[in-house]
């Protein structure tokens, strides 16, 4: 009897997760969903698109359910005695888009989609199904025995971990992000990033010109006279 219930309540999760997916609220078209622990350990330490599960109800579920994976847990430990991963993410703080992933919270859309999220039982219940899961469980305790486990372990006692962190510094890709800082055009990057409306979602209408100037057009004397000017009465083409 147990066991029939538990079947049903992961079918419900299951099919709530998809409906929740599958909703038929208007939203951007997504980003990819990662399919590895490899490839979700290089989104997040992205500092360019790291947000992204934190703007879209919908991307959050598939982030949340990669999280509570011990597989990612251990490419995460992977990444991070991998010099090449601080690397990649000191460079793409020096990326404007950087800005513009963590600017774009200040759209009004974004709180949108959460305020209607937290009216959705289905976002609930799919949010919620990694934890209901057993075989989540059954993964974290044979997370010691997992090969991957034992050769992160072992890789602590690598003589060539701690040479590739003393040898870091020293890589043209270290010292080309080094010297980045004295470059103006990183500088003219991020200026155009930030004057650019798009960085900010529906709130860069806000910075835009055009919009100013489409209001200003209420007090511009000739669109009151259009109309008047239309009825007039057109004159005879001269012989």
Same mark, same amino acid.
Request: zero cysteines.
């Given at each position: 009897?147990?066991?029939?219930?538990?079947?049903? $309540?992961?079918?419900?999760?299951?099919?709530?997760?998809?409906?929740?997916?599958?909703?038929? #609220?208007?939203?951007?078209?997504?980003?990819?969903?990662?399919?590895?622990?490899? $490839?979700?350990?290089?989104?997040?330490?992205?500092?360019?698109?790291?947000?992204?599960?934190?703007?879209?109800?919908?991307?959050?579920?598939?982030?949340?359910?990669?999280?509570?994976?011990?597989?990612? &847990?251990?490419?995460?430990?992977?990444?991070?005695?991998?010099?090449?991963?601080?690397?990649?993410?000191?460079?793409?703080?020096?990326?404007?888009?950087?800005?513009?992933?963590?600017?774009?919270?200040?759209?009004?859309?974004?709180?949108?989609?959460?305020?209607?999220? &937290?009216?959705?039982?289905?976002?609930?219940?799919?949010?919620?199904?990694?934890?209901?899961?057993?075989?989540?469980?059954?993964?974290?305790?044979? #997370?010691?025995?997992?090969?991957?486990?034992?050769?992160?372990?072992?890789?602590?006692?690598?003589?060539?971990?701690?040479?590739?962190?003393?040898?870091?510094?020293?890589?043209?890709?270290?010292?080309? &992000?080094?010297?980045?800082?004295?470059?103006?055009?990183?500088?003219?990057?991020?200026?155009?990033? #930030?004057?650019?409306?798009?960085?900010?979602?529906?709130?860069?209408?806000?910075?835009?010109?055009?919009?100013?100037?489409?209001?200003?057009?209420?007090?511009?004397?000739?669109?009151?006279?259009?109309?008047?000017?239309?009825?007039?009465?057109?004159?005879?083409?001269?012989?």
């Amino acid at each position: 009897m147990t066991i029939a219930k538990l079947t049903a $309540a992961l079918i419900a999760g299951a099919v709530s997760s998809v409906a929740f997916a599958n909703g038929t #609220a208007p939203a951007a078209a997504p980003a990819a969903v990662p399919t590895t622990p490899e $490839a979700w350990v290089a989104k997040m330490t992205d500092p360019t698109q790291n947000a992204s599960a934190f703007k879209d109800p919908k991307a959050f579920v598939p982030w949340m359910v990669a999280v509570t994976d011990p597989a990612t &847990a251990m490419a995460m430990s992977n990444a991070m005695m991998n010099p090449q991963t601080s690397l990649n993410m000191m460079t793409g703080m020096m990326n404007p888009a950087t800005m513009a992933n963590y600017m774009q919270f200040m759209d009004p859309a974004v709180s949108m989609k959460w305020m209607g999220a &937290a009216m959705d039982p289905n976002f609930y219940t799919a949010a919620m199904s990694p934890f209901m899961n057993p075989n989540v469980y059954m993964k974290w305790m044979m #997370a010691p025995m997992d090969p991957r486990a034992m050769q992160m372990g072992m890789q602590m006692m690598n003589p060539g971990l701690y040479t590739n962190w003393m040898m870091a510094p020293m890589s043209p890709q270290a010292m080309n &992000a080094m010297m980045a800082p004295m470059n103006p055009a990183m500088y003219g990057n991020w200026m155009n990033t #930030a004057a650019n409306p798009a960085t900010y979602g529906t709130m860069g209408a806000f910075v835009n010109p055009a919009t100013y100037g489409n209001a200003a057009q209420g007090f511009n004397p000739f669109v009151f006279m259009a109309p008047m000017t239309g009825m007039a009465p057109a004159t005879a083409p001269q012989k």
